[in-house]
């Protein structure tokens, strides 16, 4: 029932917080000393002729009456009209959104994969050289600046060694979608050749963002396994006989993993919503690029449809993290 | 079906074939595919975010208009002519206000139906219309309803007023297959939207493929009007490729072709050194620049300009930091176009001779001034940041901000809101003196992107007129020269450069001809050898 | 909360803690020291095009940037930016978010709640997504990436505190105090604060790590600190386009960048185990 309880209040607050954040935003983007409207009426366009364009594009009126249209817009899943673009916000962000995810699950799938075994070995060799090694690794892990670490990786990889792409998605022209996700696409259309340039291009950007992620996760699932063994039930099924690799491997980690799922889940908003930093360093064309040219080009309705987008699956995300928590371990529920 | 023929043939055959194929991937690894088709690839230094013709008057989505739309004329080669096009011939009327074109007969869109004087009426009104792109330039001397087909191949176009440029920007007048639009219209929208992706045009490559994320694919098309030679390429791709490193990096592998953008000379370096590509070189016009805003104390006062012209280090910027790949240019005209007097020194870098001019200033300095460069142009950065140094050495104090292009434009429109001194660029839109000195220094202009001077002179401005109203080019360049001179020595603004073109390509690409308006990238004439 | 001399001795005897410790001493005496042990002061400001982009040597540690500049001068100055826009930021963030949160935690009143619900606004998106905006907005400066940070930082600070507050709300001793008729300021102030010290100590701590590599995000970005301000982040954006040949260019700053994270990050990993046993429980075993 504290879950349900839960749920509901944060149900409750989910409109009015969105409504908030897209104020805010609405409001930070309108300041923006800069003309949009004037760069789309071309370079040599006299101030009349801009303005005539201001005024059929709606954007002369008051920013009250411009921020409730939006709402209103918003509650018919209109996301309006790209100024650049000058397609539907949707339609770009929806054309963008494989990309993102694409690339966010390779790094979790990373992250997770390499990350929960290390923090199991830290935690059962506690106090090692390894548990002291990865410990520092880990505090390194989240202490390098992600931009300088795909621009190292960069450095060594693409332009010295030259094994791997140095940015975007694929290359040339990809394969017919029909998922969306570059890797999938090209096993659809049978082309391994496809398939390897999609893999080789993933690589730097999700190493990049897998990195950080590792790092907590390691942390998380080291002190989750410590608490864990410390627990009596480890103590009798010690006692019982039952091998020491079963016991850490199946019945601790499953107890010990409460606090690494919900970091996970983080995890995964955090960069479904606001990997923009490494995903213009490699030009990758997932919504963070997106995000930081319509904030460049003051691209009004790009800007509000990101914000709109990322609010809400970090909010989400936040949410399920929170009910799953709930569900996975009683005692806790701090709301 | 050859392969299902390969069974039952000889073993000698079978390798006979084989070998064939072997060649054919032998040339795939001189940077072709693999098939019989030759391939262009060019990665462009931005994106393509439309494919519309009429709403684009800009250097880097240039391909799309010159590959696959066609003009009346066309500016061709180096120094840039103005050549008929679709028009066989034209005539311009005593007053200076009708313009007659005669059009070729037997040109063809890529659907096959014939380009009419009409398509080229809807054309102009379309420009008007949807007010983008060429269209304000056009709208200062042509109303709507002022362009008519006479017959099919004969249209006219009646001005407001004479002008001696509306025949430099007749090649914005890019034809369009009036049927295919009006099919593809929204709510009258003149097939914005449905042109922004497809193509309606008779150009020398037909659109096949258009993804605004990455570029766009052509097709020659085998009936385009100027005929071929005897050897070209199949496919052209456009590709935008934002970040520097990647498109050299592709060029050397032979992912790329080509590239865009302007490089530093230590790149051009690792180009040529790679051995895999050839950097083609040419004489261009395109002057780095700073706009002072002549309104405001001290800048209004035409010593403190003279002052700050002489704290620019022009040999440390063009020779060590550009490593000498541009060209000293003194006055805000290109030193290779017409109208620019050949003996101006212009400006050096010398502080005690500004320190003295500053002495003898009425206009005090007594705050920062703001040094505004263009975010993300690497070069404009370290220009504001060596102009600081040299300001600071003569003992003005000054902030080098970074803004970008959309804001720096807006603020520009307004004396109050435009930065003490802006750092850009002005292109060749149009091969002619008024696309610099006229369109920067009338006083008209002041405010629009190419004017962030807000210059006053009524001397100048007279001038400017008169090289616009007449028609011969040395009474025209005459004016010119004489408004040249007033403004080099009021120095309104600082003049760094002319650019050099350098153009990479593959080793093999040759046909490529260079244009000032264009910048090498109509690949109708081009082929691999 | 212990005292100090305590706090520290305990801390010296946790290697890495230490570490993180000496760390933070080093960038903090760099900083205060750069004008009188950078090789070329002048580096900040004076450009010589001449000598430009030249590898590391014995004249430039670091070698030179694009402007002909000293790098390892630049670098050493660059940790004043840093330290600066890390310290006001979070300084200012302590200064918004303690009392809203000491405040929304301790009174039940309606506005408490209210500004709760706005922190929430702001914790709703990844923070680099609205301190970019910010940025963006105001223009680049080092004032304003203050304010960029400040502005979305401020809600972990009431978050925690709100949070600790209202769990102290149900302590015998609080409710001690409040039966025994103590003025609610003096309680917040002499029992309630004091009590909550610690996990924002903790917290500001991560917190400088965090917010420097905001910062150095959006000086990347080209929304920082403008030229010829040496920030670390900017440095390392310029380097992009001369690599591979520069390498060293893009090097020095990232690694003075990760040497501050990393003293700061442990730092405050020590200071959690060290002042607030309970969160040690669960993070160091």
């Not at chain 2, 055959?13 to 060649?23: D, K």
């Not at chain 2, 791709?237 to 970040?243: I, L, N, S």
Request: with cysteine; aromatic share 10%; charged share 20%.
């Amino acid at each position: 029932m504290r879950i349900l309880a839960l749920v509901a209040k944060r149900l409750f607050w989910f409109v009015p917080t969105a409504a908030g954040l897209i104020a805010v935003v609405f409001f930070i983007s309108r300041v923006i000393p800069s003309d949009p409207v004037a760069l789309i009426a071309g370079e040599t366009a006299s101030r009349a002729q801009i303005e005539v364009l201001r005024t059929k594009l709606g954007l002369d009126r008051p920013l009250p009456v411009q921020l409730v249209d939006y709402y209103r817009q918003l509650l018919k899943g209109d996301l309006g009209t790209s100024l650049f673009t000058t397609r539907p916000v949707a339609d770009d962000l929806f054309a963008r959104l494989p990309a993102t995810i694409e690339l966010t699950v390779a790094a979790m799938l990373i992250a997770v994969s390499i990350g929960i075994p290390l923090g199991v070995i830290s935690a059962t060799r506690r106090n090692s050289g390894i548990d002291h090694g990865l410990r520092i690794a880990s505090v390194a892990g989240l202490a390098i600046a992600s931009f300088w670490l795909a621009l190292i990786l960069q450095l060594l990889f693409s332009m010295k060694l030259g094994v791997l792409p140095l940015q975007g998605r694929i290359a040339g022209f990809p394969p017919r979608a029909v998922t969306g996700f570059m890797t999938i696409d090209a096993l659809i259309a049978g082309r391994a050749d496809r398939f390897w340039s999609a893999l080789a291009h993933l690589a730097l950007p999700a190493i990049t963002l897998a990195v950080p992620a590792l790092a907590t996760i390691v942390r998380f699932t080291r002190a989750g396994v410590l608490d864990t063994l410390g627990r009596p039930f480890v103590d009798y099924q010690r006692a019982t006989g039952i091998p020491r690799a079963l016991i850490v491997w199946k019945y601790v980690l499953r107890n010990a993993l409460t606090s690494t799922v919900t970091q996970i889940g983080l995890l995964f908003g955090i960069l479904l919503a606001g990997a923009v930093v490494i995903e213009t360093v490699f030009q990758w064309p997932g919504i963070g690029t997106y995000a930081f040219e319509a904030i460049l080009h003051s691209d009004y309705a790009a800007v509000m449809g990101f914000t709109v987008y990322a609010g809400g699956i970090f909010m989400l995300v936040n949410l399920l993290v929170d009910v799953v928590h709930g569900l996975i371990d009683p005692r806790g529920g701090t709301a | 079906m050859p392969i299902l023929r390969l069974r039952g043939t000889t073993a000698v055959a079978r390798r006979l074939v084989l070998a064939g194929f072997a060649s054919l991937a032998l040339l795939g690894s001189l940077g072709q595919t693999a098939t019989a088709q030759t391939r262009f690839v060019f990665a462009n230094e931005s994106d393509f975010d439309t494919m519309d013709p009429h709403v684009a008057f800009d250097v880097g989505r240039i391909a799309v208009r010159l590959n696959v739309y066609d003009g009346l004329m066309r500016w061709q080669s180096n120094p840039a002519k103005l050549e008929p096009w679709i028009a066989e011939s034209y005539a311009i009327s005593k007053d200076g206000l009708t313009y007659t074109f005669k059009l070729r007969k037997g040109v063809k869109f890529h659907d096959g139906s014939e380009v009419k004087a009409a398509d080229f009426v809807y054309s102009l009104e379309r420009i008007l219309a949807l007010g983008k792109g060429a269209a304000s330039l056009f709208k200062t001397m042509i109303d709507p309803g002022k362009a008519k087909a006479v017959d099919d191949t004969t249209v006219e176009f009646t001005l407001t007023k004479p002008s001696a440029i509306f025949l430099a920007i007749v090649p914005e007048i890019h034809v369009v297959n009036t049927t295919l639009v009006k099919k593809n219209e929204v709510n009258n929208d003149w097939g914005a939207a449905w042109m922004s992706k497809s193509s309606a045009g008779s150009g020398a490559y037909k659109l096949t493929q258009f993804d605004p994320a990455i570029g766009f694919v052509a097709a020659r098309n085998p009936d385009h009007f100027k005929g071929w030679g005897p050897k070209f390429i199949d496919e052209i791709e456009f590709r935008g490729v934002k970040d520097t490193n990647t498109r050299v990096l592709g060029l050397m592998k032979g992912d790329f072709n080509g590239l865009g953008g302007y490089l530093q000379a230590d790149q051009l370096k690792r180009i040529e050194e790679s051995g895999k590509a050839k950097v083609h070189e040419a004489e261009s016009m395109r002057v780095m620049m700073m706009q002072f805003n002549t309104t405001r104390a001290p800048l209004n006062d035409p010593d403190v300009r003279r002052a700050l012209n002489q704290a620019f280090d022009y040999d440390g910027f063009n020779k060590n930091i550009l490593g000498g790949q541009v060209e000293r240019n003194p006055t805000p005209l290109p030193n290779t176009i017409w109208g620019n007097p050949k003996d101006i020194k212009g400006y050096a870098f010398d502080i005690e001779k500004g320190k003295a001019l500053l002495a003898k200033a009425s206009a005090k300095i007594d705050r920062p001034l703001e040094i505004h460069f263009l975010t993300g142009f690497g070069q404009s950065e370290q220009a504001a940041q060596l102009f600081q140094n040299g300001l600071q050495k003569m003992g003005i104090q000054s902030k080098v901000i970074g803004t970008p292009w959309p804001t720096i434009v807006e603020r520009f429109s307004k004396p109050e809101t435009t930065p003490d001194i802006s750092i850009y660029w002005i292109s060749t839109y149009y091969a002619d003196p008024h696309n610099w000195i006229g369109e920067m220094f009338h006083s008209s202009g002041a405010g629009t992107f190419k004017n962030a001077h807000h210059y006053k002179n009524p001397k100048v401005d007279a001038l400017l007129d008169k090289a616009v109203e007449a028609t011969d080019q040395a009474v025209r360049a005459k004016y010119y020269e004489e408004a040249v001179r007033i403004v080099v020595d009021d120095a309104p603004g600082l003049w760094i450069y002319n650019t050099k073109w350098y153009g990479p390509y593959s080793k093999n690409l040759a046909g490529v001809v260079f244009c000032p308006i264009g910048n090498g990238l109509e690949m109708r004439t081009a082929y691999y050898e | 909360m212990k005292s100090v001399p305590t706090t520290l001795r305990q801390l010296m005897r946790d290697r890495s803690a230490a570490l993180g410790f000496f760390l933070v001493v080093l960038v903090v005496v760099a900083a205060i020291l750069a004008p009188w042990i950078s090789p070329h002061p002048e580096a900040v400001w004076d450009m010589n095009p001449a000598n430009r982009l030249k590898p590391p040597s014995r004249t430039w540690l670091f070698g030179t940037d694009r402007m002909g500049a000293d790098i390892f001068s630049r670098v050493l100055f660059g940790a004043r930016i840093t330290l600066m826009i890390a310290l006001v930021a979070v300084g200012a963030s302590l200064l918004i978010g303690v009392p809203i949160g000491l405040w929304a935690g301790w009174s039940e009143w309606w506005i408490g709640e209210a500004l709760m619900r706005v922190s929430d606004v702001f914790l709703a998106v990844p923070q680099i997504v609205l301190a970019i905006a910010i940025a963006q907005t105001l223009g680049p400066s080092i004032e304003n990436v203050i304010l960029a940070l400040s502005v979305t930082y401020w809600p972990w600070f009431a978050r925690l505190v709100y949070a600790e507050v209202r769990a102290l709300k149900r302590e015998t001793f609080i409710e001690a105090a409040i039966a025994l008729g103590v003025p609610p300021r003096r309680i917040v102030l002499q029992h309630v604060l004091p009590n909550v010290a610690s996990p924002i100590i903790v917290r500001a701590s991560i917190g400088m790590g965090f917010t420097i590599l905001t910062a150095a995000s959006l000086g990347f970005l080209g929304l920082g600190a403008p030229p010829p301000a040496p920030e670390w982040g900017r440095m390392i954006s310029e380097s992009r386009e001369f690599l591979p040949e520069t390498w060293w260019y893009a090097l020095a700053p990232g690694v003075a960048i990760f040497i501050v994270v990393m003293g700061f990050n442990l730092l405050g990993d020590g200071l959690r185990d060290v002042l607030d046993p309970r969160l040690r429980r669960s993070h160091d075993r």
